[in-house]
């Protein structure tokens, strides 16, 4: 009974602690862009043509710590960045089909990164925390999550990946390794 009525507190306190961290985020994106619509955005930049200027592609990871216009000096309408969980190539794919067959890039820069959650679980574990046994069982659900176990090595393979897809322009590949912790990236291939 008192583990029952613990359990529930919890969650209400859990729930509304979500709301309104939900609506502090709504509201900080509400006002930022505001401020960026009235005051940062210059006329240039909103004369920008779609395919980006120096036809470069970076496939990183979705990681909140890595900020690609910073940390790797992308200004606006320059590049593609493709992000996704782990920075995965192949996830990446049908956008950077799209980037180079219709909108002209010609290089792809791979950025993985140290301390990345992709290399913290198993495609068993995600399923067995969905509640199903594999995708098989599922079809709504990827067959891979693509979760790694070595960093230097799934770099390689994505680039190699590139490299061998017909339908990539992979002239101009290379694949790098970010670290969170000292904001330096290494080349890798
Ligand atoms: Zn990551």
């Known amino acids: ?6 359990r ?5 306190y859990i729930h509304t602690k979500t709301m309104s961290l939900t609506s502090a985020n709504t509201e900080q994106f509400e006002n ?10 210059t ?3 909103k004369k920008l043509s779609i395919p980006p200027a120096k036809k470069y592609v970076i496939i990183t990871c979705m990681d909140a710590r890595i900020d690609p216009a910073k940390a790797f000096g992308v200004t606006l309408g320059d590049a593609h960045i ?3 969980a782990g920075g995965s190539a192949r996830d990446a794919l049908r956008s950077l089909i799209i980037s180079q067959q219709l909108l002209g890039t010609e290089q792809v820069i791979v950025v993985k990164h140290t301390k990345c959650g992709m290399l913290a679980f198993t495609n068993e574990d995600l399923f067995e925390k969905l509640g199903v046994q594999s995708q098989t069982e599922e079809k709504t659900l990827p067959c891979d999550f693509l979760p790694f176990k070595d960093l230097n090595k799934a770099v390689k393979e994505d680039i190699e990946f590139l490299k061998a897809h017909k339908f990539v322009k992979s002239d101009a590949v290379s694949g790098y390794i970010y670290d969170v912790e000292s904001g330096r990236s290494e080349k890798v291939v």
Do not use: C, L, V
Request: charged share 20%.
């Open 82 to 84: 493709i992000r996704n």
């Open 32 to 41: 930022s862009n505001k401020k960026y619509a009235t005051t940062i955005i």
């Open 43 to 45: 006329d240039a930049e």
């Open 1 to 6: 009974m008192e583990t029952s009525s613990w």
């Open 8 to 12: 529930n507190s919890t969650s209400i």
